[in-house]
């Protein structure tokens, strides 16, 4: 059997390490518009900061893929996919044939519009290439300013912060990631930025970009301030990388379109990671959701299904965890429900100290949850959304000192079994 695989990050890395391992004669080959073998790219900000060395920045060495018999095309894009044909043109002009395709290519940022915002000195987060770019250019640099109001806005003022650099952080909305958190979270995030001496302006963002000589000097802001910058960091968000599958017949919409066993719409073809759009079990409709821990499962669900497997990944839910200068932070499912019957939000005595929680029941049923400050319950936290638990019962024990989400999981699953 021959597997074409496009993307070598977290999900296209998985989903070869499951076909290998469940087909040892596969010929498996990779596509990588990137020079590097797959890393992690939420370590990327650490190793900005000084806080990781550049090796632990790699999920695997550069020999794995040898050692694996597996072919990795480098510095190989993928400009067009024909499924009637089982082929993928490369862009040398080149195509490769597949009798089964996992289309992994992930997601890219989404860019800033607005006058000077192609000044040399304006910078994005997503590859090694860029945090490179990033730690050089912060050598020489005194003042940056940071745009972005959710993780990775939050993840740049951090790093120029950490570089030394006077770090202005400018947020569009009232307050930190409204989207995923409430008041008092976003309220507890803002308290560790301004001690650690990020300038937090929110109500405000970047009017324009400021030059001299080609050069970035600083932002005019919508608030009609001017900052003086030498970085100008942009984090508004990704968007799946599926331009390259116009024409293709490839169902998409934000993302690929996935069935619960990551198969797209044309016979042989699946898809994972952030380029996918699943069933999410909470808001019952299709969305992109990106995290690691996504690309892990999807992965391996995609490499299980192709190679004749019959796993179903049951469905996604919104999984996001930071810690920002030490601060965990994660948030998971619907967290900020709309108003109306049915939904209860329980925060028990918290917020206690620098630890909050609060959780979202929908009838009865755990729909989401914030966890600041401690954050260990948050994958069981997850699977009880997941298995559409309903918690009623145990409302009160769900604030407990000590409460153990896991012994809660074990003991709904096996109820849940026997009935
Ligand atoms: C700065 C930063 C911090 C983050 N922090 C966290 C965090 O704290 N927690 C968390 O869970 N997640 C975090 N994430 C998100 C997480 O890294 C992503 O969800 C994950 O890396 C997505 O993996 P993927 O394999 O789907 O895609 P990607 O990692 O984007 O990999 C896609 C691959 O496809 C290749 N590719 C794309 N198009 C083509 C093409 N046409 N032809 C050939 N190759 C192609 C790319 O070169 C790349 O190798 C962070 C991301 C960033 C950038």
């Known amino acids: ?75 190989t894009t993928a400009v067009a996919v024909k499924p009637d044909e089982h082929s993928v043109q490369l862009d040398s002009g080149d195509s490769l044939t597949y009798d089964r395709l996992l289309i992994a290519s992930g997601a890219k ?61 400018l947020i569009r909305e009232d307050r930190f990631w409204p989207q995923m958190l409430d008041i008092t979270a976003s309220l507890m995030v803002e308290r560790v930025l301004e001690e650690k001496g990020v300038i937090l302006e929110k109500k405000n963002a970047i009017e324009e970009i400021l030059g001299e000589g080609g050069r970035v000097t600083g932002v005019a802001t919508t608030a009609g301030e001017k900052l003086a910058a030498d970085i100008v960091g942009i984090a508004i968000g990704v968007e799946s990388k599926i331009d390259f599958l116009e024409g293709s017949g490839i169902e998409t919409g934000r993302g690929i379109i996935v069935d619960d066993h990551l198969r797209t719409n044309q016979p042989d073809v699946f898809a994972a990671g952030d380029v996918a759009q699943a069933y999410n079990v909470v808001t019952g409709t299709q969305e992109v959701v990106t995290s690691w821990l996504n690309t892990q499962r999807q992965g391996d669900t995609a490499g299980i299904n192709m190679t004749g497997g019959d ?44 630890e909050y929680r609060k959780l979202v029941l929908r009838d009865g049923v755990l729909v989401g949850c914030i966890l600041v400050g401690k954050i260990n319950e948050a994958t069981a936290m997850e699977q009880l959304i997941k298995m559409e638990a ?10 407990e000192p000590g409460f153990d989400a896991k012994a809660l999981l074990e003991e709904l699953g096996t109820a849940k079994m026997a009935g």
């Not at 309903?390 to 604030?399: E, H, I, Q, T, Y």
């Open 390 to 399: 309903d918690v009623s019962a145990f409302k009160k024990r769900l604030f």
């Open 1 to 75: 059997m021959n597997y074409l695989i496009i993307g070598n990050g977290g999900a296209g890395l998985r989903a070869a390490q499951t076909i290998r391992s469940r087909d040892p004669e596969a010929k498996i080959t990779m596509l990588d518009g990137e020079p590097y073998p797959c890393y992690y790219r939420m370590r990327l900000p650490d190793y900005i900061s000084g806080w990781k060395d550049r090796d632990s920045l790699f999920v695997v060495k550069e020999d794995f893929y040898a050692q694996h018999g597996i072919d990795l095309l480098s510095s």
């Open 109 to 169: 940022v989404r860019k800033l519009s607005c006058p000077g915002c192609e000044i040399d000195g304006v910078v994005y987060l997503r590859t090694l290439d860029q945090a490179e770019d990033i730690l050089r250019r912060g050598k020489e640099a005194k003042n940056a300013v940071a745009l972005g109001g959710g993780l990775l806005g939050v993840e740049m003022a951090r790093c120029f912060n950490e570089m030394g650099l006077t770090s202005y952080y």
């Open 311 to 354: 796993k179903a990944l049951g469905g996604v839910v919104n999984f996001n965890v930071i810690v920002i200068y030490g601060l965990p932070v994660a948030c998971i499912g619907m967290n900020l429900p709309p108003e109306g019957e049915g939904y209860e939000q329980l925060t028990g005595d918290y917020p206690k100290g620098k």
